[in-house]
């Protein structure tokens, strides 16, 4: 019967958490790696919530992200909260064209604020959000709303949330006047399963129309005679990067979590991903989590990740063409991540540590080398975070 209990809360926090995040505007490719949070794990609404920390990003292009944030969730009322957010990303990179490397040294600082009430009651649950960042070259606003209702006496929860997103951006060389407008629509459907007081499944979809400006108004192309076979950077002429200007995206997301005995769960997830640019992905991911016992958890996993070029991809370009590119997230690839961490609870306290190594090797994508375009070598990065949150 506990064992029973604890599947029906699994349920609910897996349905919360997937509901409460699933709406942003214009999320990243399903490659890109991800931090874990404290306010990601399944538990009951409290009084009062706290949380700060600061996790790091660096990779052997010369991208360093540092982002420390802060977070507050107060109880209104029972099964009403309210939630504010503040967070700062510290970016520094060898170019603000992270591709070519053809311009200086670049940094910037992110900022960005958030507001979210939710309601839990009586199985059923609702958000609803709003987000605002800014930067020197991007002001983005995010508006959030989600609903679940648990059903079949609480082992079934179905869940439905959507997101949209109002971009403006441009080059920080023009005034604001000559930015670009971008929007995004989002919607997640998510359903889940309790088959068994030890096993829960859910099956996710994610339907995302992307219009408007999606190039990089710093990314130049190069074009290279056809007839060269030595492809020299001193005989490319560069133009600007063109990408087409409407985007919809699919993605099925399966997740199953099975615990073995009182202290080890296991987690499966499979995502497949198709967009009208013609990128398709699969990741495959398994993870183990560990209560070591005296409020002590180990979590371990593994991610791999393939994907597909655009439609409009080359390796190279000989003529300039309608769509052109020298993005490396639309070229092949493969990746693979490690994800540890340790989770510690102390009376009202909980600390997170963890550390997320991620590689990545393109199929054809070519970098410049000197005078020549060659292919890119292997890239690493890497993630640490620290993260204290209190329950009060």
Same mark, same amino acid.
């Given at each position: 019967?506990?064992?029973?209990?604890?599947?029906?809360?699994?349920?609910?926090?897996?349905?919360?958490?997937?509901?409460?995040?699933?709406?942003?505007?214009?999320?990243?490719?399903?490659?890109?790696?991800?931090?874990?949070?404290?306010?990601?794990?399944?538990?009951?609404?409290?009084?009062?919530?706290?949380?700060?920390?600061?996790?790091?990003?660096?990779?052997?292009?010369?991208?360093?992200?540092?982002?420390?944030?802060?977070?507050?969730?107060?109880?209104?009322?029972?099964?009403?909260?309210?939630?504010?957010?503040?967070?700062?990303?510290?970016?520094?990179?060898?170019?603000?064209?992270?591709?070519?490397?053809?311009?200086?040294?670049?940094?910037?600082?992110?900022?960005?604020?958030?507001? %979210?009430? /939710?309601?839990?009651?009586? #199985?059923? =649950?609702?958000?609803?959000?709003?987000? +605002?960042?800014?930067?020197? @070259? $991007?002001?983005?606003?995010?508006?959030?709303?989600?609903?679940?209702?648990?059903?079949?006496?609480?082992?079934?929860?179905?869940?439905?949330?959507?997101?949209?997103?109002?971009?403006?951006?441009?080059?920080?060389?023009?005034?604001?006047?000559?930015?670009?407008?971008?929007?995004?629509?989002?919607?997640?459907?998510?359903?889940?399963?309790?088959?068994?007081?030890?096993?829960?499944?859910?099956?996710?979809?994610?339907?995302?129309?992307?219009?408007?400006?999606?190039?990089?108004?710093?990314?130049?192309?190069?074009?290279?005679?056809?007839?060269?076979?030595?492809?020299?950077?001193?005989?490319?002429?560069?133009?600007?990067?063109?990408?087409?200007?409407?985007?919809?995206?699919?993605?099925?997301? %399966?997740? /199953?979590?099975?615990?073995? #005995?009182? =202290?080890?769960?296991?987690?499966?997830? +499979?995502?497949?991903?198709? @967009? $009208?640019?013609?990128?398709?992905?699969?990741?495959?991911?398994?993870?183990?989590?560990?209560?070591?016992?005296?409020?002590?958890?180990?979590?371990?996993?593994?991610?791999?990740?393939?994907?597909?070029?655009?439609?409009?991809?080359?390796?190279?370009?000989?003529?300039?063409?309608?769509?052109?590119?020298?993005?490396?997230?639309?070229?092949?690839?493969?990746?693979?991540?490690?994800?540890?961490?340790?989770?510690?609870?102390?009376?009202?306290?909980?600390?997170?540590?963890?550390?997320?190594?991620?590689?990545?090797?393109?199929?054809?994508?070519?970098?410049?080398?000197?005078?020549?375009?060659?292919?890119?070598?292997?890239?690493?990065?890497?993630?640490?975070?620290?993260?204290?949150?209190?329950? %009060?």
């Amino acid at each position: 019967m506990n064992r029973w209990r604890a599947g029906r809360g699994w349920v609910g926090g897996v349905c919360a958490l997937l509901a409460a995040t699933s709406a942003f505007a214009v999320a990243p490719l399903p490659g890109d790696a991800t931090v874990t949070t404290l306010s990601a794990a399944p538990r009951a609404p409290l009084g009062t919530h706290g949380e700060t920390g600061t996790a790091v990003y660096s990779n052997n292009d010369g991208l360093r992200v540092i982002s420390p944030w802060l977070q507050a969730r107060q109880e209104v009322t029972e099964g009403v909260s309210v939630q504010v957010q503040a967070r700062t990303d510290i970016i520094t990179a060898a170019s603000v064209d992270m591709i070519s490397g053809a311009s200086p040294a670049f940094q910037d600082i992110r900022k960005e604020v958030g507001f %979210l009430s /939710a309601y839990d009651k009586a #199985g059923v =649950r609702g958000h609803a959000g709003y987000t +605002y960042s800014t930067e020197n @070259d $991007t002001h983005t606003h995010t508006m959030t709303v989600g609903g679940a209702k648990e059903l079949l006496a609480r082992n079934l929860t179905l869940a439905l949330a959507y997101g949209l997103g109002l971009d403006r951006l441009g080059s920080v060389r023009q005034p604001e006047a000559l930015w670009h407008d971008r929007t995004s629509h989002r919607m997640d459907a998510t359903v889940t399963q309790l088959l068994s007081p030890t096993t829960i499944a859910s099956a996710a979809y994610t339907l995302q129309q992307i219009d408007g400006f999606q190039s990089s108004p710093y990314r130049l192309v190069p074009l290279v005679p056809q007839d060269s076979s030595q492809w020299l950077r001193s005989q490319a002429q560069w133009v600007a990067e063109r990408h087409p200007t409407s985007r919809t995206r699919h993605g099925l997301t %399966l997740e /199953a979590r099975q615990a073995i #005995g009182a =202290r080890l769960t296991l987690r499966a997830v +499979y995502r497949g991903y198709l @967009d $009208t640019w013609a990128v398709r992905s699969d990741t495959g991911e398994f993870g183990a989590t560990l209560d070591i016992g005296h409020g002590l958890e180990l979590g371990l996993s593994n991610r791999l990740y393939w994907q597909s070029n655009a439609s409009f991809y080359r390796s190279m370009y000989s003529v300039d063409r309608a769509y052109i590119t020298r993005d490396r997230r639309l070229a092949a690839q493969w990746s693979d991540s490690v994800d540890l961490n340790v989770r510690a609870k102390l009376w009202v306290f909980e600390v997170l540590l963890q550390s997320v190594l991620l590689w990545t090797r393109y199929d054809d994508f070519r970098t410049v080398a000197g005078d020549r375009f060659v292919p890119m070598a292997d890239t690493w990065a890497g993630i640490l975070q620290a993260a204290l949150a209190v329950d %009060l």
